[in-house]
């Protein structure tokens, strides 16, 4: 079994910075990629920004210049730093890990980040 541990979301004015972190644990093998993914009610769950195990970076194109992703493969651990944050970023973030040769997916619980004034 895999267990993601988001945290770091929370409350921030238009402008501000937060930086998300998610740990897997458990039985972790073969990962592949972990990566963010953001929903807001009544809309698809879609990419925010995905790294590579061996570095590659993806982000969405509304994210891009604003956000940054990194890992600590040590420690099973990726950051996603979020700058110049909008109103329109506001959405429930979930931790994604892509494992084994099925690149199978796994989840954080979410959590929750708002942009307002």
């Known amino acids: 079994q895999v267990q993601l541990v988001e945290s770091g979301g929370g409350l921030v004015q238009p402008g501000g910075s937060l930086r998300l972190s998610c740990a897997a644990s458990?039985?972790?093998?073969?990962?592949?990629?972990m990566g963010w993914y953001r929903q807001v009610p009544g809309k698809q769950r879609e990419l925010v920004a995905i790294?590579?195990?061996?570095?590659?970076?993806n982000f969405a194109d509304s994210v891009k210049g604003r956000f940054t992703i990194s890992r600590d493969s040590a420690k099973n651990t990726v950051y996603l730093q979020m700058n110049s944050l909008k109103p329109e970023d506001t959405a429930v973030y979930y931790c994604?890990?892509?494992?084994?040769?099925?690149?199978?997916?796994?989840w954080g619980q979410g959590t929750q980040v708002t942009v307002s004034a």
């Open positions: 458990g039985s972790i093998f073969r990962l592949n990629a």
């Open positions: 790294i590579t195990s061996g570095g590659s970076t």
């Open positions: 994604n890990a892509k494992m084994g040769r099925a690149f199978t997916d796994y």
